[in-house]
T-cell receptor
Framework: DAGITQSPRHKVTETGTPVTLRCHQT?????MYWYRQDPGHGLRLIHY???????DKGEVSDGYSVSRSKTEDFLLTLESATSSQTSVYFC???????????FGDGTRLSIL | DQQVKQNSPSLSVQEGRISILNCDYT??????FLWYKKYPAEGPTFLIS?????DKNEDGRFTVFLNKSAKHLSLHIVPSQPGDSAVYFC???????????????FGKGTKLSVIP
């Protein structure tokens, strides 16, 4: 999807280091979401945002924090990465109730 | 507690035949249902959705059926094509109060293989 960009696309890092993933949109959507995808689990919601500086926790928020200082950018931070956070992370945009969310191409994060 | 279940991890279908992917849910508050398709190394792509006020929605080769009493939905692909080979995720949402936001709950996915 041309309107949503995730960076980096791949990252390898060590346990205990901080990691920040960025989601950037050009669509002016109000809602932004971070998911992780793991084998046997499908996609699980980590955090979401419903406006600038408005965020809330999802199903698997422990160990993660988020920030949204402007409409376009939604950052996901792992303060001290652990091996259990090795995963593929997807950002999604939403335009409201009963509308589909649209996903970025993901960030593959490996924590050694 | 898994609220959205896709009990078949995989499905193989011959090209030209019908593919039927199934999904069950437990939360009676879900009122909007979606199917996503995912290729390796790409993000999920929205395929089709249905509101709880309907029991069927069609878009080309894709049809979603909703049976609210059984808490069951299915995706039919007719005719199936090799390019349809992907992982299909079922998702459901319910309106959350307060911010008016909504969250999607996903199933674990079904890998569809369409054999030429």
């Amino acid at each position: 999807d041309a309107g949503i960009t995730q960076s980096p696309r791949h990252k390898v890092t060590e346990t205990g280091t901080p990691v920040t993933l960025r989601c950037h949109q050009t669509e002016n959507h109000r809602y932004m979401y971070w998911y992780r995808q793991d084998p046997g689990h499908g996609l699980r919601l980590i955090h979401y945002s419903y406006g600038v500086k408005d965020t809330d926790k999802g199903e698997v928020s422990d160990g993660y924090s988020v920030s949204r200082s402007k409409t376009e950018d939604f950052l996901l931070t792992l303060e001290s990465a652990t091996s259990s956070q090795t995963s593929v992370y997807f950002c999604a945009l939403g335009s409201g109730i009963n509308q589909p969310q649209h996903f970025g191409d993901g960030t593959r994060l490996s924590i050694l | 507690d898994q609220q959205v279940k896709q009990n078949s991890p995989s499905l193989s279908v011959q090209e030209g035949r019908i593919s039927i992917l199934n999904c069950d849910y437990t939360n009676s508050m879900f009122d909007y249902f979606l199917w996503y398709k995912k290729y390796p190394a790409e993000g999920p792509t929205f395929l089709i959705s249905i509101s709880s006020i309907k029991d069927k929605n069609e878009d080309g080769r894709f049809t979603v059926f909703l049976n609210k009493s059984a808490k069951h939905l299915s995706l039919h692909i007719v005719p199936s094509q090799p390019g349809d080979s992907a992982v299909y995720f079922c998702a459901a949402s319910a309106v959350h109060s307060g911010a008016g936001s909504y969250q999607l709950t996903f199933g674990k996915g079904t890998k569809l293989s369409v054999i030429p």
